[in-house]
Structure formats: C-alpha cells, structure tokens
C-alpha cells in the first residue's frame, strides 16, 4: 500500500490484514524533528517528485513494516536509486509541520542469486614491506597519498558503495565505522590512528557520494568522518594498490552493476610498513584495534 501523510497512518483492516497505526512522536518533546534508523528494498522512484516507494522494515520505536512513499532531500541519490536497490537512511519527522523525509542515504545494489566472489590471491607476501606511494583523492575533494598518514597506525581496506552483500562491503564499512566512533571520541586516539576505505569503483563512487556514504554509517549526529578517509582514484592507481595488497575484483558480466571481488584489510605501521593483512570478514573491530595499537611507540 501506499500512504500518503505519515502522521495520518490510521489503523485499517483490509482482507483480514491489520496494518498497526505508528506510534507518534512524543508531543511533548522540545525537539522539533525526531530521527529513526529506517532501511529497505525500494519498490519505486519518482526523481519528478524527489520521492521512493520503500518497502521499510519495522523503524523500532516509530511504526512498523510497511510499504510507503518517503521524500527524499539528497539530490546525488537520483542516479543509483533504482528499484531493487536496498537503502539504509535516517527518517526524520518534523513535529512541527507534520513533515518527514529521508537523509544520510546508503544504497546497495541488489544481490544477484548465487553471486560468487573471486578467490583471495594467497601468493601476495607484503608483511615487512613498505606500501606503494599513491594518489587518491578522499571524501572531501582532498588528494592524499600513503605519506598523508606516515607517524599514525593506519588500517586499509577495500569497498564500493553499492556492494549488496552484507558480509563484504557492508560488513568492512559498519566494522571500520564502528572503530571510527570510537577513535573519534579519543583526541589522543585520533592523532595516532587512521582509517581508510578504498573504492574500486571509481565511475560511481564520487568523493561526494563517499562522504554521504560515510557519514550514513557513523550516524545522526556525525558531522565529519574523523580518522575514517574514503578514498577513489583512477581505475590504474586503485588496481595497483589493490594488486600490492592480493585484493582481486572485477566487473560482474552478468550484472555491469555488481563487483565480483575479495576482502583485504591491512595494518600499516607509522613508518608505512605493512605489518598484518586480515583477509576475508572473520575479523573484528576489537581485532584491528589491537592490531593497530600493537605498532604505535610505546
């Protein structure tokens, strides 16, 4: 169904189906907006009306699963929102005006049945090594090379924005983030440690639409990334990062949407040598922080 006001939902019965009225926001609260965690697959997109017809799972403390049109404000999002695509946002409801929208929008692309990733390269052997100067440009239209992060621990890992697959991209981007968090909460933390996210997806992931995707996953009240960079380059100097570390990836012949691609995650000493490689997800925040504390002076 679709439901025109949200602040108007009205409980209904329909072939014996109940659809439960959402609980409204406090009316006595002094906040004028209140903001909820809502994701889902989106069933439709009208970029006319800057509004998506979102299939949205229960938003806890506000209303159940349902199907609805939301507004959205984020003008970057009209070229990847495509029906299919799953999206993780903040809703926001304006108790003063009835009014409500999306903001900090994540898209993912829809999963392909029986998508493969290719095989880890286990011929790699970069532990000692100094990692290759590079060229990137981060979240913020700023080039940054590896010298950018000599004097800090720094971890590195691989993604793109619209992986579908929720134990790839999904997974090193809410681990790196919830490291951030905490680096970011530390001063001390925060001039020793850095984060940074690699896209290899350069023709889509635009430094701009990496910063909403960032601060998408560090939420509502984040105002920048901290110690997590997200950084794309040319398509040359991402492979030659890439290949250092064994990370393969290609485009999906099946679906030119999707990336076929491994996991790499490495820690880098202040120096720039490399010092530890996680491959695969079966690692934690906690392991990396470890890891990263583990090469700081002492």
């Known amino acids: 169904m679709r439901v025109p006001a949200l602040l108007l939902l009205t409980a209904f019965v329909s072939l014996g189906l109940a659809c439960t009225q959402p609980q409204p926001p406090d009316a006595n609260s002094s906040a004028p907006q209140k ?17 998506a017809t979102i299939e949205h799972n229960e ?18 999002v009209w070229d990847d929102l495509v ?25 993912s692309a829809a999963a392909r049945p029986g998508q493969e990733p290719p095989p880890v390269n286990e011929k790699f052997a970069q532990i000692g090594k100094p990692v290759p100067d590079f060229s990137l440009t981060n979240q913020d239209a700023q080039k940054i090379s590896i010298k950018d992060f000599v004097g800090k621990a720094l971890a590195i890992t691989f993604i793109y ?8 991209c999904i997974l090193m981007s809410r681990n790196f983030s919830d490291l951030a968090i905490q680096i970011n909460a530390d001063q001390t933390a925060r001039e020793k440690i850095a984060l940074l996210s690699i896209s290899f997806d350069p023709a889509r992931d635009t430094p701009a639409k990496l910063r909403q ?23 040359a100097e991402v492979r030659k990062i890439a290949d250092f570390f064994g990370l393969k990836y290609e485009t999906d012949e099946e679906d030119k949407t999707q990336i076929n691609h491994s996991l790499v995650t490495a820690v880098v000493d202040p120096e720039g040598k490399v010092t530890k490689i996680f491959t695969g997800n079966r690692w934690t925040p906690a392991d990396l922080k470890r890891e990263l504390e583990a090469v700081l002076p002492k």
């Open 213 to 235: 995707y960032g601060l998408g996953y560090l939420g509502k009240d984040a105002k920048d990334l901290g110690a997590w960079n997200l950084a794309v380059g040319s398509d």
């Open 161 to 168: 924005r619209e992986c579908p697959l929720p134990e790839f």
């Open 35 to 51: 903001r909820y965690a809502l994701t889902g697959t989106v069933k439709a997109v009208d970029k006319i009306t800057h509004t």
């Open 83 to 107: 029906p299919g695509a799953e999206i993780r946002s903040e809703l926001v409801v304006d108790n003063s005006n009835g009014k409500y929208w999306l903001e900090k929008i994540g898209i």
């Open 59 to 76: 938003v806890v403390g506000y209303m159940p699963p349902m199907t609805m049109d939301f507004e959205i404000r984020e003008d970057w």
